[in-house]
């Protein structure tokens, strides 16, 4: 049904705010700018007898149209009037997910149809019959994700990780072709892809994913929280964490072989031509000077107030060195990497200390187009480099005897150790560093907007990296 009613109209533009995952907080006035909102029953009904709607939420802003989904409750306060709970993590949700997507089956609705997707169905697994309990995986700013105890036909308790996407796109969600190349490719340093929800429009031939479902790494541990807490206790975690940094460098060149590895159109590896390079260096420094605008006008503590200032004035020398990318001639192959590469992406398995890596959409606020889209290693190498640096960044961190030099090293080390020879790594050292400079400051700007918007007590560390290039000409020496 589409929602016409005032109360609830209210009640929604009330509770959205207050979601972490809602992406579009910079909307002016919600009420106004929203389109519609669709509401869609689930078959499940909770104990207390309250339906839970999938909701369907359509902005319209100045870039264009948005979709948020939602999966909610309407609870009457004790005025009888409504007020939004948020049921993603819900027993009754999950178990509807997983009937669905085990048994691929269709749900048609008055405005849509969700359509499951199983890889378990095709290469004959048992099917998952009794949903146990569910708890919240945690909520990041576009997803929610839930940790699923399941049992099969056998008896066997299974965990399982779903993931509900809260912006949705139409075409192949990354998650899900970016899981089915590792399936195929037989790489192991991904929790599997079980399956996936479509959700196709009425009247629309081509729908987006709503949900994804994986094995869950249990027991597990991010590597960002592994690294902090070795940090706090600081014993023996020099050589540890150095070791799970070259770990990490080895993992992330298998990852990026089994990225390259198929005569696919969409993964095959290729030369970037002199456009494609352009477009590349284009595209940051575009980003840059959208930065430096917001840059401009942002809240910024009084304590960084000046050393922005001084980058700001600087801002050419930057730009320019942004457009090193296009400016030398590339030996390394562009190929599908990670996209948003850190160490919260990397789960370490408690019980054997093996590592995976999760959550390959890429940056959720780009395009799908831009998410699919081939391009340099260093894209990912950078991501996890930076992610070092803002470790060892944090104040109860900074006087362990590990650096984040120390640890970029390690990570850098083994992984060009593994990957050196291979078509998405550089013939020549020059290249190379060139290539990482360069990535690494496009994402220390990137930082920038970030904490200026979101953690404006965070902004040290990518202005410290950002005054490292400017005072030195680089970021690390390979």
């Known amino acids: ?26 909307l002016r006035d919600i009420k106004t700018q929203l389109r519609s909102i669709d509401c869609i029953d689930l078959p499940p009904r909770t104990e207390d007898g309250e339906k839970i709607q999938l909701a369907c939420i359509r902005f319209e802003t100045g870039r264009g149209e948005t979709t948020v989904l939602a999966i909610v409750q ?30 691929g089956g269709t749900l048609q609705t008055t405005v849509g149809r969700f359509v499951g997707h199983s890889l378990q169905q095709q290469v004959g697994e048992a099917p998952l019959t009794n949903n146990l309990s ?23 308790t299974i965990n399982y990780a779903s993931k509900f996407l809260h912006t949705y796109h139409m075409g192949i969600a990354p998650e899900v072709e970016v899981g089915l190349h590792l399936t195929h490719c037989g790489w192991s340093g991904a929790p599997a892809l079980v399956g996936w929800l479509e959700y196709i429009p009425t009247k629309k031939e081509q729908g987006g994913a709503v949900a994804t479902v994986h094995q869950a790494i249990t027991p597990s541990i991010d590597a960002w929280e592994y690294f902090r807490q070795a940090l706090l206790q ?16 080895i993992l992330t060149a298998g990852m990026h072989e089994a990225l390259a590895s198929t005569k696919d159109s969409a993964f095959s590896p290729q030369i970037p031509s002199e456009k494609e390079r352009w477009e590349t260096a284009c595209s940051m420094t575009e980003h840059a000077r959208s930065v430096w605008d917001l840059l401009s006008t942002a809240y910024v503590p009084s304590l960084f107030q000046q050393r922005l200032n001084d980058i700001l004035a600087n801002q050419q020398r930057v730009l320019d060195a942004l457009e090193v990318v296009a400016r030398i001639q590339q030996t390394a192959a562009y190929i599908r990497v990670h996209g948003d590469y850190h160490l919260g992406q990397l789960l370490i398995d408690q019980s054997d200390q093996t590592l ?21 290693i260093f894209k990912d190498l950078a991501g996890m480099s930076r992610s070092f640096d803002y470790l060892c960044h944090r104040p109860e961190n900074s ?76 970021l690390f020496v390979l």
């Open 1 to 26: 049904m589409t929602l016409h009613n005032t109360s609830h109209v209210e009640a929604f533009a009330a509770w959205l705010p207050r979601c972490r995952w809602f992406s579009a907080k910079n």
């Open 74 to 103: 309407f609870i009457p306060d004790q005025h009888a009037m409504p007020t939004c709970r948020d049921a993603t993590t819900d027993a009754a949700v999950s178990e509807w997910l997983l009937e669905l997507i085990q048994s």
């Open 134 to 156: 569910t708890s919240p995986l945690g909520e990041d700013t576009t997803n929610t994700s839930t940790l699923i105890s399941t049992q099969d036909a056998n008896g066997t």
């Open 234 to 249: 600081g014993v023996n975690a020099n050589d540890a964490l150095l070791d799970i940094a070259r770990r990490i460098g």
């Open 356 to 376: 995976h890596v999760i959550d390959f959409e890429g940056e959720p606020r780009r395009t799908l187009a831009e998410r699919r889209k081939k391009t340099s």
């Open 399 to 474: 006087e362990t005897q590990v650096k984040a030099t120390d640890l970029t090293r390690a990570f850098l080390t083994a992984y060009t150790e593994s990957a050196y020879g291979q078509c998405f790594y550089p013939d020549t050292k020059g290249e190379a560093e060139s290539l990482l400079t360069t990535f690494m400051l496009d994402k220390a700007i990137y930082e920038l907007a970030y904490e200026a918007q979101h953690r404006p007590d965070w902004l040290d560390a990518p202005l410290t990296a950002v005054e490292t290039f400017l005072r030195a000409g680089c």
